[in-house]
């Protein structure tokens, strides 16, 4: 229906309305605050991150606490974080993950890590008053998507932390936007700031051969028909938009980084799988030395 209605609008008058529409937005969030009518911790829904801004502010904060909480779930039930344990999150975005852990890193801390500089500057402004023990990092890391003009390339990028320094780290939707090369490094890096016995979750689009044959009886919501060099990916001119990588080739790739996989590996329902835990697959893993 809103496309339908968009469509009748002269081309002419779309760029005025869409400054218009954004004004409105800023003034809904910024006088929300101000009166007290909207969570402090909730961000403006024109960030990137938040959600598709084709949904309502309603269902665009529904979609955002519920994913967050269902991941802080899995943190603490099957990730083993414990309320004193240092956390880091590389790829924060908007804090989606942030939030629900503020009530729970009590004598702990929390580090997050992005690639989007506004998301970083929002966060760093409305978290860290509030929470003394979380923190916000930019990483100007070039991505054709989220940082076009990044100064560093994510193959040999060094996470701004000290060797053996946190109990648990994680990502969420951050190597199914990455490129082999990016992957390995980051991973290297994931290990690096892992004390011994540390444990990392980090998910993926993993294809195994039920993913494979999910995908071949068309029922995937992905298809990753385009073969890259150690990877699959959804288009062609944006790899990173989307991507996938064999399940076997992950698994030798944690061995060689001396993560010991906990089984059983959490898959996703992305392909068509009725049983998934998550929408991604999900890896649990400890550092072994």
Not at 105 to 118: A, C, F, Q, T, W
Request: proline share 6%; glycine share 6%; hydrophobic share 35%.
């Amino acid at each position: 229906m809103k496309r339908s209605i968009v469509r009748l609008i002269p081309n002419n008058l779309r760029p005025p309305l869409r400054k218009l529409r954004r004004l409105y937005d800023y003034l809904e969030y910024d006088i929300g605050g101000r009166i007290g009518r909207r969570d402090p911790l909730l961000p403006p829904k024109w960030l990137h991150s938040v959600a598709s801004q084709d949904l309502n502010a309603s269902l665009i904060y529904k979609d955002y606490k519920e994913v967050g909480e269902e991941f802080f779930r899995y943190f603490v039930t099957i990730g083993g974080v414990q309320p004193d344990q240092r956390v880091l999150d590389v790829g924060s975005g908007t804090g989606r993950m942030a939030l629900p852990l503020t009530k729970y890193l009590k004598s702990g801390s929390y580090e997050g890590m992005d690639i989007v500089p506004s998301s970083v500057k929002w966060c760093q402004k409305t978290y860290t008053p509030r929470y003394r023990n979380f923190h916000f990092h930019f990483s100007d890391i070039y991505n054709k998507l989220y940082n076009p003009a990044g100064k560093y390339s994510a193959s040999e990028y060094s996470f701004p932390f000290k060797t053996s320094s946190f109990d648990f780290v994680f990502l969420t939707s951050v190597f199914t936007h990455m490129l082999p090369q990016d992957l390995d490094n980051y991973l290297s890096e994931v290990v690096r700031v892992l004390k011994r016995n540390g444990r990392c979750l980090i998910t993926y689009f993993l294809l195994s051969t039920e993913a494979l044959e999910l995908i071949d009886a068309k029922v995937s919501h992905e298809t990753f028909k385009y073969h890259l060099p150690g990877c699959r990916v959804e288009d062609a001119n944006v790899p990173e938009a989307v991507v996938a990588y064999d399940e076997s080739a992950i698994r030798s790739l944690y061995h060689r980084h001396n993560l010991s996989l906990s089984e059983p590996i959490y898959f996703g329902r992305w392909c068509g799988r009725k049983n998934g835990l998550s929408w991604q697959d999900l890896i649990i893993a400890t550092k072994t030395h």
